[in-house]
């Protein structure tokens, strides 16, 4: 039973930064690629960044490049977000997810089988 758990959310005014994490655990399974995904009220789900997990490799939205940064610790099967310059359209709930294989679409929340319950990140003055 694999399960990941976010931390790090809350309140910030613009500009300000916050600093995410995500740890996997309860199995042995070896995650392939992690990403990180939010949803405002009323919104969709989208995709916000993501990194292969052996390689390094990091993938973020246009709207996020530049300000937000992921990175990963494979001996702690965490992975992290760190975000500066925050803007009111960053708030939204934020969940990590992983998936243990992954072909293209690492934007594409369906690609991604396992989720971690959330955090609330409010970017407001």
């Known amino acids: 039973h694999v399960q990941l758990v976010e931390s790090g959310g809350g309140l910030v005014r613009p500009g300000g930064s916050l600093s995410l994490s995500c740890v996997a655990s309860?199995?042995?399974?070896?995650?392939?690629?992690m990403g990180w995904f939010r949803q405002a009220p009323g919104k969709e789900r989208e995709f916000v960044s993501g990194?292969?997990?052996?390689?390094?490799?990091?993938f973020y939205r246009d709207a996020v490049r530049g300000r937000f940064s992921i990175s990963r610790d494979i001996a702690k099967n965490t992975e992290y977000l760190q975000m500066n310059s925050l803007k009111p359209e960053d708030t939204g709930v934020y969940f990590c997810?992983?998936?243990?294989?992954?072909?293209?679409?690492?934007?594409?929340?369906?690609?991604?089988?396992?989720w971690g319950q959330g955090t609330q990140v409010t970017v407001s003055s």
């Open positions: 309860g199995s042995s399974i070896s995650f392939e690629f």
């Open positions: 990194i292969n997990w052996s390689g390094g490799h990091t």
């Open positions: 997810a992983g998936a243990s294989s992954m072909f293209g679409d690492y934007y594409d929340p369906k690609k991604y089988p396992y």
